[in-house]
């Protein structure tokens, strides 16, 4: 699956999040990398910035928050779970997606977990 592909992969798992929870989302931007950093080679995705129950008054000028999903680990995994070729991808972006964003909104692994979103 090319860059592009996968890039409207992740753009389509946006656009499935209920508006009511995308207008929510606040100074966060999402990026697509081909990998992760070398010292965790599997992850699928990355939160990184201040979620929103942690903002206070102090919370003003700060560059947004990124989510970034990992291209290379999501293809491999999926083709390592036995494939499902291309929806087996898209299930799996959906979830990354899904995940961080819950990160965003400060819900911890443990939570997505129980929820399914592991």
């Known amino acids: 699956m ?3 592909e996968f890039e409207e992969l992740v753009a ?3 656009d499935r999040i209920p508006p009511e929870l ?3 989302m606040d100074n966060v931007a999402v990026f697509v990398e081909d990998e ?3 010292d965790d080679p599997e992850l699928l995705g990355l939160y990184e910035g201040t979620p929103l129950t942690e903002r206070g008054e102090w919370y003003a000028g700060v560059l947004p928050d990124r989510i970034t999903v990992y291209r290379g680990p999501t293809l491999r995994m999926v083709e390592r779970e036995g494939g499902g070729g291309r ?3 898209v299930e799996e972006v959906e979830i990354t997606v899904v995940h961080e964003i ?3 909104f400060g819900i911890d692994d443990e939570k997505l977990h129980a929820l399914g979103y592991g």
């Open 12 to 14: 389509e798992a946006l």
């Open 87 to 89: 929806e087996g991808v």
């Open 36 to 38: 992760p950093p070398a």
């Open 2 to 4: 090319t860059r592009e």
């Open 22 to 24: 995308t207008r929510l």
């Open 102 to 104: 819950a990160h965003h």
